[in-house]
């Protein structure tokens, strides 16, 4: 059984689109995570939910919007689609918020043409 | 703001021990995660020092000193699937998200 899913695993789109990625945990966790990783593998958290509460909110353009309908579920809306949003997305989750120990969903990759 | 600071990139062969390290610079520390993220991948969790001292799992191995902010992660019998990029993360008190390094991949060869 597959504890943190993301669809689409692949994603390629023109430049202007709006795309969304969804997220669902089946481990009963709290929070989820929504990361971008760069071509350089940097790993950067972009926001974070708690039981459906939004607690963290990183300097990220307001073009991406979170959204999670319970707390089994994060997706993430991009809208306006830029060439800098070509990366690796991961969602994650941790039993409680600032957990040690995320587990990673298998990433979507996003590629903006 | 916080810093952590890795290698890049580490060589080793294959029955060998290797060590990852890991220097940081943040407010408010609790605690030192590793992850493990093979090429294609997801990050996945290996280890995490919140005291000092050597944390032992298995082949890995993790060691915290909060005094001179420094960690590393230690790999022995090296095997091929080892290699990978190794990321440490921080723990924050007061956050509720982990800041990761830039990580070090790691080559096994034979």
């Known amino acids: 059984d597959t504890a943190v899913s993301q669809t689409p695993k692949y994603l390629v789109t023109q430049m202007g689109n709006d795309k969304s990625i969804k997220c669902e945990q089946n481990?009963?966790?709290?929070?989820m995570y929504w990361y971008k990783q760069d071509s350089k593998k940097f790993l950067k958290i972009m926001f974070s939910y708690n039981n459906k509460e939004l607690i963290i909110n990183e300097t990220v353009p307001n073009r991406f919007s979170p959204k999670s309908p319970d707390k089994a579920h994060l997706n993430l809306h991009i809208n306006s689609l830029e060439l800098g949003d070509s990366a690796v997305y991961f969602c994650?989750?941790?039993?409680?918020?600032?957990?040690?120990?995320?587990?990673f969903g298998p990433g979507t990759r996003l590629t903006v043409l | 703001g916080q810093s952590l600071e890795q290698p890049s990139e580490v060589t080793a062969v294959e029955g060998a021990i290797v060590q990852i390290n890991c220097t940081y610079q943040?407010?408010?520390?609790?605690?030192l995660s590793w992850y493990q993220q093979h090429d294609g991948g997801a990050p996945t969790f290996l280890s995490y020092?919140?005291?000092?001292g050597l944390e032992e799992t298995g082949r890995f191995s993790s060691f915290l000193s909060r005094s001179d902010s420094y960690g590393y992660l230690l790999l022995q019998e090296l095997q091929m699937k080892d290699s990978a990029s190794y990321f440490c993360?921080?723990?924050?008190?007061?956050?509720?998200?982990?800041?990761f390094g830039t990580g070090t991949r790691l080559t096994v060869i034979p």
């Open positions: 481990l009963g966790h709290d929070t």
């Open positions: 994650a989750s941790s039993p409680l918020a600032g957990g040690n120990e995320q587990f």
């Open positions: 993360a921080v723990l924050q008190t007061g956050a509720n998200n982990l800041f």
């Open positions: 943040t407010s408010g520390f609790y605690g």
């Open positions: 020092n919140a005291l000092d």
